[in-house]
């Protein structure tokens, strides 16, 4: 109960300071002017060294995940997973999770090429689509935690799952907020077809997204049976 109530208290901490930091970056570049080129490139290498900062913090997972699945100890009793647990098919939930992500990457995608040709009510039908199908995602995973028969104290294999797949939500969790910001800013106009530097940055996080869950779905659902 106590881990809940700090886990949800620092969650709502940091959409907060998340939320202020978007509101200032806004007002900067709407209002006034201050996103010069020098400015715009600065928080694009910004953006960037954010992103490439997170594909290492989810490596280190990787590692451990590897070091435990390369070379299982007497522990583990020399198998992977070990003897007891039912991992979870691959051809089921994790696949149908596989291609709904992969589409909501082809979405946000067909947002952007809309934008860059001014087609405005298809970049709001794709943008839909795009939120619907990452919503419908994080609902999919929790449901494969409820029917899971595992948990987070059966020993490696159980704590490298879920701290990978935990960790892989949250940040589904964040890209949603990023993308819903953004959408209510393309509502109010806020974007053009030679400026849409925010959407930009949250297509690029939504593919990151993308793409540590195909490593995730290769190597924890597939290769770790």
Request: charged content about 10%.
């Amino acid at each position: 109960m106590v881990f809940f109530f700090f886990f949800f208290f620092f969650f709502f901490v940091l959409v907060i300071i998340c939320i202020q930091w978007w509101r200032d970056i806004i007002r900067e570049s709407l209002y006034e002017g201050a996103h010069s080129f020098r400015v715009s490139r600065g928080l694009r290498l910004g953006v960037i060294s954010f992103i490439i900062s997170e594909f290492f913090f989810f490596v280190s997972f990787f590692w451990i995940y590897f070091y435990f699945r390369l070379s299982p100890d007497l522990r583990l009793g020399f198998s992977w997973p070990p003897m007891g647990v039912t991992v979870v098919n691959f051809i089921g939930v994790p696949f149908l999770n596989t291609l709904i992500l992969l589409s909501s990457g082809f979405f946000i995608t067909w947002s952007h090429y809309s934008l860059l040709l001014g087609r405005r009510s298809m970049i709001n039908i794709s943008y839909i689509f795009c939120l619907i199908m990452g919503v419908y995602f994080f609902v999919i995973q929790i449901y494969e935690y409820y029917e899971l028969c595992f948990d987070f104290s059966d020993g490696v294999f159980g704590c490298s799952f879920f701290i990978l797949t935990g960790f892989h939500g949250f940040h589904v969790i964040f890209g949603l907020i990023f993308l819903c910001l953004n959408y209510f800013r393309f509502l109010y106009s806020n974007f053009s077809f030679l400026r849409f530097y925010g959407l930009e940055y949250s297509i690029w996080y939504w593919h990151f997204v993308d793409l540590v869950w195909l490593f995730l779905y290769i190597f924890l659902y597939w290769w770790g049976i």
